[in-house]
C-alpha cells in the first residue's frame, strides 16, 4: 500500500504529510517531501499526530439529550427547529458558529446554507479571534483579502521582521525556513514583541515594544524612511494612493524620540531597527497574533502595510508584508465567505455582490448585510435574540472572552447544535443535540495555507461509529428545511467545482480568487490534486484589486495606552505553547506533546515576583474584572515588568486551573470585530 499524502491537522504551515495505516486506528506520519510548504520537515505536534486518531473520547452516534439517536431524528429535530424559529422570530434568530478546522468544502455548504437559503449572515467562524483584522486590514489597503507572500518571499529576503509572532513555537516549520534562509543567505532577523520569546533568541535585534504601540512604532519607521528618502516616489505615484493630510499626519509627531518614549524602547535600539529597514529592499514583514489580537488590531495591520506600500515593498521576490494564520483552513474559510462580515469568493455585502451570489446559487433569501461577528454573536444570545445555534468544531465556553458569559449565552439559548469529534467539551454541555463530525484522518477536502496553497486533506481511516462529514451533515440539514436540489452533493468534489465555478462567476478579473481551472475538474483529478497556490504572484505588476487599480494608504493613529488601573496595577498577554493546540482536544491525547508543557504557568517578571512574595512554582491566582483562575509562577525575565502572560490551552475537561479564556475583556477591534485578548488589566496574588 502506498502511503496517503495528506495536510497536517494543525497550523496554518499547512505542512504536507504522508500517512501510512499500521492498523484500524493506528498510522504512521512523516512529512511530504514533495510539498511546498514543508518539503518534508515537520514540528512536534505534527510528527505525533499518530498518536491522536484513536477513538478516546469520540462522539460515536448522535446524541438528543443524554440519549442516543438514529441521524434521522437527530437531523429530523434540528432541520425542524431551526425552520420553527425562522418562521417564528424570523432569519436573523438563528446563527451558525464554525471552525477553522472545517476544511474548505464544509465551510462553503455551511456559509451557502446560512447566507443563501435561511437568509441571514449569522455565520461566524473561530478565526474571527485569530484573523480577521488581517482581512480588514487586507480589503482596506488592497480592496481585496489578498496575502501577498509566500513562504518562498521569506528565502528571498534580506531582512525579516517578526511582528507579535513566536514563529519558533506557533509557527515552528516556518521558523525553520528561516533559520535555514538566514544560514544561506545571511538575512537579518528583527523580532518585535513586548516577551523574549523562544522565536528572539537567535535574532538579530529584538524590541520589546509596550503592547499596544505598534502603530507608532510603524508610524515612526515610515517617518524614518521618510526622511532618508527611503520612499519609492514612483511605485508612490503609479501604484498607491494616500488619504489627504496622509504626510503630515506621519512628518508631525512621528520622531525617533516621541516614537521610542511612547514604545518605551531604547532609541538606539529603535534606530537599529529603522537603519535595517531603510537598508533592505527586500524585507517581509510577517505578522500573527499579537497584531490582530487587539482591540486596534486592523489600525496595526494597516501600519505595516502602509510601510511596504510607501517604500514599494510589495509584489516583488522577498518584499511583503506577510499575515499568517493560525488554523489549518482559516484561509479556506475566508475564500468561501464563511465570516460573518465576508460573502462568498472575496466578496463584501456590495448590492450587487449581493445580487450575483444569489443569482449563482438561485438562492430563495439572500443576506443582504453583514451578520453577528463572534463577541456579539454570543452577545445577541445572551440578550435572547439567537434562538437556535449551531457550533461546528469549536469550543466557544472556552475560547471566547469573557468566557463565563459565553456559558450563561449557551445555557439561555432555546435550541443549541454541537457537531464535533470530541463527545464531551465544555460547549457541548449545553448542547440539545450532538453530532459525530469526522476528525482528521477521515475527512476529505481541500485547505488553504497561509501562503495561498491549496492542499487536499485526503482520508485513511473508517469512519468510526456512525461520524459523518461536516458537508454531509449541513447539507442533510439544508435538504430537510425543504431545499433538496440546491445541496444535491454526493461528495467533496461536487462542492469544489461548485466554489470554483462561484470564484469565476462574472469575476472579469476583479477579483484575484479566480480557480477557474478547477471548476471543471473529474472526481479523479480532484482526487489526485497536487497542492497549488492561487492568485500568481499579486501585485507584481503594480495594479491592486480595486476600482482604481491602486493601493491605499491608511491613515492610522496611535491611540491612547491605558495606564495601569489601581486594582488590576499588571497587563495580561496570552497565546500558546509550543506542543499544544488550542483547547487540547487531540493534542491532549499524545503523551508525548504533554511533556513540553505538564500545567499552565503564569510567566512574570522575577522583580513582579518579588514585590507580590511569589516564587518560582508557587499557586498563583491571575484575576481580571471578568474572571480568575489558578496558574503555577514561573519566574522569566523575558517578561516586561508589569506584564504577565498565560496560555489558552487548559479547560474544566482537563483541569479546574489555567482558564485564560475567563480572563480578557470582551471587547472588539471596531473594523473587523477581533476580540483583544492582549493587554488585559490583571492582578496577580500569591495562593
Ligand atoms: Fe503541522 Fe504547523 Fe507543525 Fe507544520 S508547522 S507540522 S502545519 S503544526
Same mark, same amino acid.
Given at each position: ?164 509572532? *513566536? ?227 469549536? *469550543? ?52 488553504? *495555507? ?122 495580561? *498577554? ?114
Amino acid at each position: 500500500m502506498q502511503p496517503i499524502r495528506t495536510t497536517c491537522a494543525y497550523c496554518g504551515v499547512g505542512c504536507g504529510i504522508t500517512a501510512m495505516p499500521t492498523g484500524p486506528r493506528s498510522v504512521q506520519i512523516k512529512g511530504d517531501e514533495a510539498h511546498p510548504a514543508n518539503g518534508g520537515r515537520l514540528c512536534s505536534k505534527g510528527t505525533h499526530l499518530g498518536e491522536t486518531v484513536g477513538l478516546t473520547g469520540r462522539l460515536l452516534h448522535p446524541m438528543i439529550g443524554k440519549r442516543r439517536a438514529s441521524w434521522d431524528k437527530a437531523l429530523d429535530l434540528v432541520a425542524k427547529r431551526f425552520r420553527e424559529t425562522i418562521d417564528r422570530h424570523g432569519p436573523d434568530s438563528v446563527a451558525f458558529y464554525v471552525s477553522g478546522q472545517l476544511l474548505t468544502e464544509d465551510y462553503y455548504v455551511a456559509n451557502k446554507l446560512m447566507k443563501g437559503f435561511i437568509g441571514s449572515a449569522n455565520i461566524d467562524t473561530n478565526s474571527r479571534l485569530c484573523m480577521s483584522s488581517a482581512v480588514a486590514g487586507h480589503n482596506r489597503a488592497f480592496g481585496e483579502d489578498v496575502v501577498p507572500a509566500t513562504y518562498t518571499d521569506l528565502e528571498e529576503a534580506d531582512l525579516i521582521v517578526l511582528v507579535g509572532s *513566536n514563529t519558533a513555537w506557533c509557527h515552528p516549520i516556518v521558523y525553520q525556513r528561516i533559520q535555514a534562509a538566514r544560514a544561506a543567505r545571511g538575512a537579518k532577523l528583527v523580532v518585535i514583541d513586548p516577551r523574549r520569546t523562544e522565536t528572539c533568541e537567535d535574532a538579530d535585534l529584538h524590541l520589546p515594544v509596550k503592547p499596544g504601540t505598534d502603530v507608532a512604532l510603524m508610524n515612526g519607521l515610515l517617518a524614518w524612511c521618510d526622511q532618508a528618502g527611503v520612499i519609492d516616489p514612483a511605485f508612490m505615484a503609479h501604484h498607491v494612493n494616500a488619504p489627504e493630510g496622509f504626510w503630515e499626519h506621519i512628518r508631525a509627531g512621528h520622531d525617533l524620540w516621541s516614537t521610542a518614549k511612547t514604545c518605551d524602547l531604547a532609541p538606539a535600539l529603535l534606530q537599529q531597527f529603522y537603519e535595517l529597514f531603510a537598508a533592505a529592499p527586500r524585507t517581509v514583514t510577517l505578522f500573527s497574533q499579537g497584531i490582530n489580537q487587539s482591540i486596534r488590531g486592523t489600525d496595526q495591520v494597516n501600519a505595516i502595510i502602509n510601510v511596504h506600500l510607501a517604500t514599494g515593498r510589495i509584489g516583488k521576490p522577498g518584499a511583503a508584508p506577510f499575515s499568517i494564520t493560525g488554523q489549518p483552513n482559516a484561509m479556506g474559510g475566508r475564500e468561501v465567505g464563511g465570516l460573518a462580515s465576508t460573502l462568498a469568493a472575496h466578496m463584501d455585502f456590495a448590492p450587487d455582490n449581493v445580487e450575483r451570489v444569489g443569482r449563482f446559487w438561485a438562492a430563495p433569501r439572500m443576506a443582504a448585510k453583514p451578520g453577528l461577528k463572534a463577541v456579539d454573536l454570543f452577545r445577541a444570545m445572551g440578550e435572547g435574540r439567537i434562538k437556535a445555534l449551531w457550533v461546528m468544531a469549536t *469550543n466557544p465556553a472556552v475560547s471566547l472572552p469573557d468566557a463565563g458569559r459565553v456559558r450563561e449565552a449557551l445555557e439561555s439559548c432555546p435550541f443549541v447544535v454541537v457537531s464535533d469529534v470530541i463527545a464531551d467539551t465544555d460547549t457541548s454541555a449545553y448542547a440539545d443535540v450532538r453530532l459525530p463530525a469526522a476528525g482528521w484522518g477521515e475527512k476529505d477536502g481541500t485547505v488553504t *495555507n497561509s501562503d495561498r496553497t491549496i492542499s487536499r486533506q485526503r482520508p485513511f481511516l473508517t469512519l468510526p461509529g456512525e461520524a459523518r462529514p461536516d458537508w454531509w451533515i449541513v447539507k442533510e440539514v439544508a435538504r430537510r428545511m425543504g431545499w433538496r436540489n440546491a445541496f444535491a452533493y454526493e461528495r467533496p468534489a461536487d462542492i469544489w467545482r461548485e466554489h470554483a465555478r462561484l470564484t469565476a462567476y462574472q469575476n472579469d478579473g476583479a477579483r484575484l480568487l479566480n480557480l477557474r481551472s478547477q471548476a471543471i475538474i473529474g472526481n479523479d483529478a480532484y482526487e489526485t490534486m497536487e497542492p497549488f497556490r492561487w492568485g500568481g504572484a499579486p501585485f507584481a505588476d503594480g495594479r491592486f484589486p480595486t476600482p482604481d487599480g491602486k493601493a491605499r494608504l491608511v491613515m492610522v493613529k496611535q491611540m491612547d495606552v491605558q495606564a495601569p488601573l489601581h486594582d488590576w496595577p499588571m497587563t495580561l *498577554n496570552t497565546g500558546r505553547y509550543r506542543d499544544q493546540w488550542h483547547t487540547m482536544t487531540r493534542t491532549g491525547l499524545s503523551p508525548k506533546l504533554a511533556r513540553h508543557r505538564e500545567e499552565p504557568l503564569v510567566e512574570i517578571h522575577p522583580h513582579d515576583a518579588q514585590a507580590l512574595g511569589l516564587e518560582e512554582g508557587d499557586l498563583a491566582r491571575v484575576s481580571t474584572p471578568q474572571g480568575d483562575s489558578l496558574f503555577r509562577a514561573a519566574l522569566s525575565e523575558g517578561q516586561r515588568p508589569g506584564e504577565i502572560f498565560t496560555p489558552i490551552h487548559w479547560t474544566d475537561q482537563i483541569s479546574t486551573g489555567g482558564r485564560t479564556g475567563l480572563l480578557p475583556r470582551p471587547l472588539t477591534d471596531p473594523h473587523s470585530g477581533q476580540p483583544g485578548f492582549k493587554s488585559t488589566p490583571a492582578r496577580v496574588e500569591r495562593q
